[in-house]
Nanobody
């Protein structure tokens, strides 16, 4: 069973930054495309960012483009989501997802494994 594990969430003031991490321990990390999604209270889960197995093809939701950066370090079995210029609208539970495909993009249905999520709260 593949179990992504997120970390790095917390409380931050508007305009601040956080970096989320997602590890996939015990697996060949480079076999998985990775994605980040988020779910705010009362809303559906939405796509945030995705990256291919090799670290190429980063893709972002329009709402985070220019503020968030997805990256990965295959030697550390970890993917990251650097979040800058955070606003209250970014408050949500952030989920990491892994896919056997080379690249899975924005559709949650294309991901095979999901983490349990990490809470990000941005105060105004």
């Amino acid at each position: 069973q593949v179990q992504p594990v997120e970390s790095g969430g917390g409380l931050v003031q508007a305009g601040g930054s956080l970096r989320l991490s997602c590890a996939v321990p015990g697996r060949t990390f480079s076999n998985y495309a990775m994605g980040w999604f988020r779910q705010a209270p009362g809303k559906e889960r939405e796509f945030v960012a995705a990256i291919s197995r090799s670290g190429g093809s980063p893709n972002y939701a329009d709402s985070v483009k220019g503020r968030f950066t997805i990256s990965r370090d295959n030697a550390k079995n970890t993917t990251y989501l650097q979040m800058n210029s955070l606003g209250p609208e970014d408050t949500a539970v952030y989920y990491c997802a892994a896919s056997f495909a080379y690249y899975s993009g924005s559709s949650p249905n294309r991901y095979d494994y999901w983490g349990q999520g990490t809470q990000v709260t941005v105060s105004s």
